[in-house]
């Protein structure tokens, strides 16, 4: 607790965009989210007036950090969990739990996870040496995807195997794989459920979320054309999984649609940015729903506040000698409505350096306002 | 220009519930704002990552703060304009300019500007003795409005004067005063500009402000039954006094509706409580705004989110013995849509310690959830 304001003390592992764009959240809730940033340039530590640098994989420093705090909660999922269990053994108040946490840090565990509670999901195998990959491609077909079981992001960590060559020079460097079939399909949706401690849920709209080169790109909420039994159902599968695995905070259930089916491909416990399009979009953000979640407060109305809304990522590009700064006066100009947010981001190309998100009434229009915005901002034109 | 990022540094002078908000702009924005506070626990203070402690009419601790800032800007009316003709002749761009301010800072000097620029105002009259407040009653009738010309706010600065005893009582004071005819209004309302330094202006609709005790405890946007000609008639006016006297960022015109005419009351040339509905119920929000004018930027859409939008101020009250955290609770499990925002106050009788926001398709029940979320953080009930 804070004792100049009486409310609660959050903090947050991980200085990163999500961190950032929490403490906007945290503010207006009357506290100031404490960071725990690897950097003093990390986005959020730009922004934050109680901000520790130190490591996330460093306990005593994890330890030092959570003195103070009521709760501690992540902006990635790259904390030890036996670092995690140490600080809950010692009383702290760490969401999501460590036993709920590994299933989104291990793709092998989640997998074994979800078959067991018979959740949808591609066919996969665990990967022991080349001859599974084969053997699995053998039922399934080539190619197949291979995946690390730990570490993964933004198409890092994933692997389109062809053939028998492939899977033994992979199977060869060391990392430890799962193999999964290439599903056929048709677009990727996402489904988003908050989950306090108390048990309480509250689920998001479905969206689509577009990606290129294995990044998101774009998310459009509600997910178009989807019938709405099978939305209905995705959002139930996605409490269902939040309960089973105990998660508290955010957990972001990825989905594949093939068109008939939906098929659980990740799981991410924080908040993720196929919700980011919240902050506007839904009465309340995911950035807000996440500080409910992990303070055990009752959960916000998850309603979208417009008919369609469009987050566009905004990648680091060749902006033809235009600075960032120009490049937004431009945008600011071009669509007064755009609602920009920028993460305070050194520029490097394909760097994710913020999004911009569009709403209204026709989706068409919505997205390409969304899309014509990332891309002024992205390139300068 | 903050070399990190790319992006302009904005400082604040003050570092209150304004400065904390513009500071959740800020993040989005790319910035970090910087702030020039009283105390380390100002509101503004408590999330900010770049707070100078320093006083408002302390020239070094401004030019100090100046260093580094691309634009200085302010959350109060109170730094003297001395001050920032220093600041302004040693090359710093300090908006509102000082010769703005001034008619946000004097009262006489406001009434003197608008009764040349022709805008429609109560009668007054400049008060050198009580004879002259005598005078003045005998032309409209007792009691009079009396005001001391700076530092007024809240209510406070104000009296209602009855007859030759009191004004003879409050002159002999030597607070500076101005006298005005009593209006019989129907209600208050106001409407928000915001004006570059390019001279671009954006326009908020009308609102209704309803005070309680010369606090204002609701903001209704947009003012409900208000002839769309006499809306836009006070929004030209807005924009006519804003270039007329060289505003740059946020002019709030405060006006008193007699049924029949607009009078303008007050100005102030900062974010203010009017606006505040404006973060969850204009497409731009009044801080977001503030900024971009600022800056020169360009404007933003300042359309409503909703058909109805309202505000309601929490003020400290007697909670019997319930903390603001537990009447944080209970406010959000019995209403999930409603949006919160604390200051980061101690909690004292009557002090403003934070608002509520509703918006929604009706506008009794819009009303009736904001009253009622700001009586639970008030009063716990």
């Known amino acids: 607790m804070d004792t100049r304001t009486g409310l609660p003390v959050v903090g947050m592992v991980g200085g990163g965009q999500l961190a950032r764009m929490t403490h906007q959240a945290a503010i207006a809730l009357g506290q100031s989210l404490k960071v725990l940033a690897t950097s003093p340039e990390d986005g959020a530590a730009l922004v934050a007036a109680d901000v520790q640098i130190g490591g996330h994989t460093d306990l005593s420093a994890l330890r030092t950090f959570a003195k103070g705090c009521d709760v501690v909660t992540f902006d990635h999922e790259h904390v030890p969990g036996e670092h995690i269990r140490a600080l809950a053994a010692e009383g702290v108040a760490v969401y999501p739990p460590a036993d709920?946490?590994?299933?989104?840090?291990?793709?092998?565990?989640?997998?074994?996870?979800?078959?067991?509670?018979?959740?949808?999901?591609?066919?996969?195998?665990?990967?022991?040496?080349?001859?599974?990959?084969?053997?699995f491609a053998a039922e399934t077909a080539w190619p197949v995807i291979a995946k690390a079981t730990r570490g993964g992001y933004d198409g890092k960590g994933v692997w389109v195997v062809i053939d028998e060559e492939q899977a033994v020079e992979l199977v060869a460097t060391g990392t430890p794989l799962i193999v999964e079939e290439r599903v056929a399909l048709r677009r990727e949706v996402a489904v988003m459920v908050a989950r306090s401690p108390f048990g309480q849920v509250a689920v998001y709209p479905m969206v689509e979320t577009v990606q290129r080169d294995g990044i998101c790109v774009e998310v459009i909420a509600p997910a178009p054309d989807m019938p709405t039994d099978r939305a209905v159902a995705a959002q139930k599968l996605a409490i269902d999984i939040a309960h089973a695995l105990g998660v508290v905070g955010l957990l972001a259930v990825?989905?594949?649609?093939?068109?008939?089916?939906?098929?659980?491909?990740?799981?991410?416990?924080?908040?993720?940015?196929?919700?980011?399009?919240?902050?506007?979009?839904?009465?309340?953000?995911?950035?807000?729903?996440?500080?409910?979640a992990v303070l055990d407060y009752p959960m916000g109305d998850t309603s979208l506040t417009a008919p369609f809304v469009v987050m566009a990522n905004v990648l680091g590009g060749e902006a033809d000698g235009l600075s960032i700064d120009e490049r937004l006066h431009h945008l600011l100009a071009e669509d007064p409505a755009v609602k920009v947010h920028l993460y305070g981001k050194q520029v490097r190309p394909g760097r994710k350096i913020g999004h911009v998100t569009a709403l209204g009434d026709e989706l068409d229009a919505v997205r390409a306002r969304a899309v014509r915005a990332a891309r002024w901002l992205s390139e300068g034109r």
Chains 1, 2 share one sequence.
Do not use: C, Y
């Open 100 to 135: 709920a946490l590994r299933f989104a840090q291990d793709k092998q565990a989640m997998r074994e996870r979800l078959t067991a509670l018979g959740a949808p999901a591609p066919r996969w195998r665990p990967v022991a040496d080349a001859a599974d990959i084969v053997a």
């Open 254 to 292: 990825e989905l594949f649609d093939t068109g008939t089916d939906l098929l659980v491909n990740e799981l991410a416990m924080r908040p993720h940015n196929s919700g980011h399009w919240s902050i506007e979009g839904a009465r309340t953000s995911q950035f807000e729903q996440h500080l409910r």
